[in-house]
């Protein structure tokens, strides 16, 4: 039986899919607002995989942080903390909660107002996610000296200002 032949063309198309094509980016590369995205892309599929196994994201991840820091505080202070909206705050609240990593409870003083605590199993989780992301920040750090690291956290704090 004779194997059927394989395009050239069709496998010089795949190896472009896989390798990117060469692409003139004129001043694309040059814009402040693409070179941040295309770092915080890298960063954020680093972190990904680095927690991959522990099904956090960075959201949920910063939340367990905040809670852990700060035991009992509000739904609401979190969500304005990590610029989030009460819906998404609330249903991220809701998928911590069903893991059994946070629990919520009414407040003694206002009834209205939702604390959160991070369970047992919560906090164990969050130390080893804590673990994972000093190793990934690690990774990217050694990018740097250590006076461009320290100019590139002042600039990016410029950032966080703005609000």
């Known amino acids: 039986m004779k194997m059927p032949r394989r395009s050239k063309v069709k496998s010089e198309r795949a190896e472009e899919v896989l390798q990117g094509p060469e692409l003139m980016f004129e001043e694309l590369d040059g814009l402040l607002g693409y070179r941040l995205r295309r770092a915080q892309g890298a960063m954020h599929r680093d972190y990904m995989a680095a927690v991959a196994e522990l099904s956090l994201t960075q959201k949920q991840t910063a939340t367990l942080w905040l809670i852990s820091a700060?035991?009992?505080?509000?739904?609401?202070?979190?969500?304005?903390?990590?610029?989030?909206?009460?819906?998404?705050?609330?249903?991220?609240?809701?998928?911590?909660?069903?893991?059994g990593l946070l629990a919520r409870k009414r407040s003694t003083i206002d009834r209205r107002r939702q604390e959160l605590y991070l369970t047992a199993a919560g906090t164990k989780l969050l130390g080893k996610?804590?673990?994972?992301?000093?190793?990934?920040?690690?990774?990217?750090r050694r990018l740097f000296g250590p006076a461009e690291l320290k100019a590139l956290l002042a600039a990016l704090e410029k950032f966080r200002a703005l609000g």
Do not use: W, Y
């Open 70 to 99: 700060n035991p009992g505080v509000s739904q609401v202070s979190v969500a304005a903390a990590l610029g989030m909206d009460r819906a998404t705050m609330m249903a991220l609240t809701d998928r911590l909660e069903a893991r």
């Open 129 to 140: 996610v804590k673990e994972r992301i000093r190793e990934h920040e690690e990774r990217f």
